[in-house]
T-cell receptor, first 112, second 115 residues
Framework: DAKTTQPPSMDCAEGRAANLPCNHS???????VYWYRQIHSQGPQYIIH???NNETNEMASLIITEDRKSSTLILPHATLRDTAVYYC?????????????FGAGTILRVKS | EAGVVQSPRYKIIEKKQPVAFWCNPI?????LYWYRQNLGQGPELLIR????????DSQLPKDRFSAERLKGVDSTLKIQPAELGDSAVYLC?????????????FGAGTRLSVL
């Protein structure tokens, strides 16, 4: 099973870009990288996912290295409401089908 | 469109008492998940349903936990009897089907405190 490694916490100034790294050196060729976030007292929220190419949506951008062993989630203009725990997840296959396995994530604190 | 609805939001019980959590997934979503989240950790999958069928309950402690999804819509998760270590947030999530199963939509969760 591919596992991910994230820094436990990061700070970012409001209005600046937040770059959240993730290492997944054992990822397999057909496994996607997913990012979710969890704001205090809420359930996790899907942000973005990708396989090989960089991806962008209205929430964030995902940059995946060419060897796919690491990725970076970019919030281009962080706001105070982006303060949350960010989870980098590699989809895990198995006997019962694919499922998400959450780690401890990165606590992002956006400060004014 | 309403999201995943869970109730209650909070529950405080004494150990050895039973407790139940309820989840209403997004309309039309065939796949439903129950997770448990301990303080400072990410969610851990307890059980996954495809319509009415529990297709992955490998992480569900079956001696005291049970779940059901009658008619393939709403679901309940029960603990009987509850232990101190069961204190956690219990999250419900749903997804459209297996093809998009990893884009999951979560409810706000039920925070359980066992005294």
């Amino acid at each position: 099973d591919a596992k991910t490694t994230q820094p436990p916490s990061m700070d970012c100034a409001e209005g600046r870009a937040a770059n959240l790294p993730c290492n997944h050196s054992t990822i397999s060729g057909n496994e996607y990288v997913y990012w979710y976030r969890q704001i205090h007292s809420q359930g996790p929220q899907y942000i973005i996912h990708g396989l090989k190419n960089n991806e962008t949506n209205e929430m964030a951008s995902l940059i995946i290295t060419e060897d796919r062993k690491s990725s970076t989630l970019i919030l281009p203009h962080a706001t105070l409401r982006d303060t949350a725990v960010y989870y980098c997840i590699v989809r895990v296959g198995g006997e019962y089908g694919n499922k998400l396995v959450f780690g401890a994530g990165t606590i992002l604190r956006v400060k004014s | 469109e309403a999201g995943v609805v869970q109730s209650p939001r909070y529950k405080i019980i004494e150990k050895k008492q039973p407790v139940a959590f309820w989840c209403n997934p997004i309309s039309g979503h065939n796949t439903l998940y129950w997770y448990r989240q301990n303080l400072g950790q990410g969610p851990e999958l307890l059980i996954r349903y495809e319509n009415e069928e529990a297709v992955d309950d490998s992480q569900l402690p079956k001696d005291r936990f049970s779940a059901e999804r009658l008619k393939g819509v709403d679901s309940t998760l029960k603990i009987q009897p509850a232990e101190l270590g069961d204190s956690a947030v219990y999250l419900c999530a749903s997804s459209l089907d297996r093809r998009t199963e990893n884009i999951q939509y979560f409810g706000a969760g039920t925070r359980l405190s066992v005294l």
